[in-house]
C-alpha cells in the first residue's frame, strides 16, 4: 500500500497481501463495460466466458497475479429469488472467476435478513481497507469511496464472514 494518502482500488488489488473479499447485494448492475456482453446473453443465451477476452483478460490477470502472492480472493453475492436475468447472466460467467483463482458463493437474500450489512457493495483488502462502490436506482455505477476507518473495515469483515459462511459454493448454487 502506499505509504501516504489514500490508495486507488488498482493499487489495492495489486499490494494487498493476504486477502481481497468482495460483497455484493444488487440484483441487477447496468454498468457500460458489460452492457453489450448483458445484451448478447439476453438475445442468445451465450455468455463470454473467454478468460483472454477484452471483457474478461484484465480481471483475470489481476485475480491470478493476486492468488500468486498467496491472496485469498473471495466473493459473495445476496440474491433475491428467484433470481433476475441478471443474476443469471453472472451466473452464467462465473465460472471465469473461478478458474482465475477467485472463490465465489451466493446467498439467497431472506437468509440474510438478520445480517447488519453496510448499505453498499463493497471490496475489503487484507481486512484494512474498504473500497465502497455507489450505483443509482438502474444500477449504472456513479463513483467510489476508499476508507481505511477501523470500524468501518469491522463492519465489512463481520458482514462478509457472516454471509460467506452462509452462502452456497457456486457450483451447489441452483440458480432459481
Avoid at 20 to 38: I, K, N, P, S, T
Avoid at 39 to 50: I, K, M, V
Avoid at 56 to 64: D, F, L, Q, R, Y
Avoid at 138 to 154: L, S, Y
Wanted: with cysteine; aromatic share 12%.
Amino acid at each position: 500500500m502506499p505509504s501516504t494518502g489514500t490508495p486507488t482500488f488498482d493499487e489495492l488489488i495489486e499490494t494487498c497481501t493476504r486477502s481481497a473479499v468482495h460483497l455484493e447485494m444488487r440484483d441487477a448492475y447496468g454498468v457500460a463495460d458489460e452492457a453489450d456482453d448483458f445484451a448478447h446473453w439476453q438475445a442468445t443465451g451465450e455468455r463470454d466466458t473467454d478468460p483472454g477476452s477484452p471483457y474478461w483478460g484484465p480481471w483475470v490477470e489481476w485475480v491470478k497475479q493476486a492468488v500468486s502472492r498467496g491472496v485469498t480472493m473471495r466473493r459473495a453475492r445476496i440474491v433475491s429469488e428467484p433470481v433476475s436475468d441478471y443474476i443469471r447472466y453472472e451466473h452464467a460467467g462465473t465460472l471465469v472467476n473461478l478458474g482465475a483463482g477467485e472463490q465465489v458463493r451466493w446467498l439467497p437474500r431472506r437468509q440474510a435478513s438478520d445480517v447488519a450489512l453496510p448499505g453498499n457493495d463493497f471490496w475489503l483488502f487484507d481486512n484494512e481497507w474498504v473500497h465502497w462502490n455507489h450505483f443509482n436506482g438502474d444500477g449504472d455505477w456513479t463513483g467510489e469511496e476508499i476508507t481505511n476507518h477501523p470500524a468501518t473495515a469491522k463492519l465489512c469483515a463481520d458482514a462478509f464472514e457472516t454471509i460467506w459462511e452462509r452462502a452456497v459454493p457456486h457450483n451447489q448454487y441452483n440458480i432459481k
